[in-house]
C-alpha cells in the first residue's frame, strides 16, 4: 500500500509540473520575432533584425511590444494554448523607415489565436490557418 501511494504521488507530481510548463515559460521572456511561416509556404519571411520586433507578455495580462521604432502595449489573454491580443492598446507613432516590417509584425500579431511552445521557439497560430510567426527568447 505504501509503494501505491508513493507512486501515485509521485505520478501526480509528475502531471503538475507539465500543466504548469506551458503557460509560465511564455510568460516573462523577451521573444524576439525571426521568421514568418506562410501555411502556403509561398510567402514565408525570415526577419532581418529580430531584435527589433520583440514581444514580452507581462504577468499583470499586458504585453509589451517593440515594432521596429514603436513601442506598444496590448492587454492579452492566455489560456491553455489559446493567445488573443486586444490591439486597442496605447502606441508611439513613430514614423518606421520604408523598409521597416512594423505593420506587418503587428497586424499579424493582431491576429494571434493560439501558442506552442517547442524546442525553444514560441511559434503563434495565426486567425484562419493563415501561418505562423516564429520567435526565439532572447534569454
Not at 492579452?76 to 492598446?89: A, I, K, M
Not at 512594423?102 to 506552442?116: C, K, M
Request: glycine share 8%; proline share 4%; aromatic share 8%.
Amino acid at each position: 500500500m505504501r509503494v501505491l501511494t508513493i507512486s501515485i504521488l509521485i505520478l501526480l507530481a509528475i502531471g503538475l509540473a507539465a500543466c504548469g510548463s506551458g503557460e509560465g515559460e511564455i510568460v516573462g521572456p523577451t521573444w524576439q520575432w525571426e521568421v514568418f511561416q506562410d501555411t502556403a509556404g509561398i510567402n514565408d519571411l525570415s526577419v532581418p533584425n529580430p531584435e527589433n520586433y520583440t514581444l514580452t507578455l507581462n504577468e499583470d495580462g499586458t504585453a509589451s511590444i517593440k515594432a521596429d521604432c514603436n513601442q506598444v502595449i496590448w492587454s492579452y489573454e492566455l489560456d491553455d494554448s489559446r493567445l488573443t491580443f486586444d490591439t486597442t492598446g496605447p502606441s508611439s507613432l513613430a514614423m518606421c523607415p520604408e523598409d521597416s516590417l512594423d505593420q506587418l509584425f503587428l497586424e499579424r500579431l493582431g491576429h494571434t489565436v493560439s501558442y506552442v511552445l517547442q524546442d525553444g521557439k514560441l511559434f503563434l497560430n495565426l486567425f484562419a490557418d493563415a501561418g505562423n510567426m516564429v520567435f526565439q527568447s532572447n534569454k
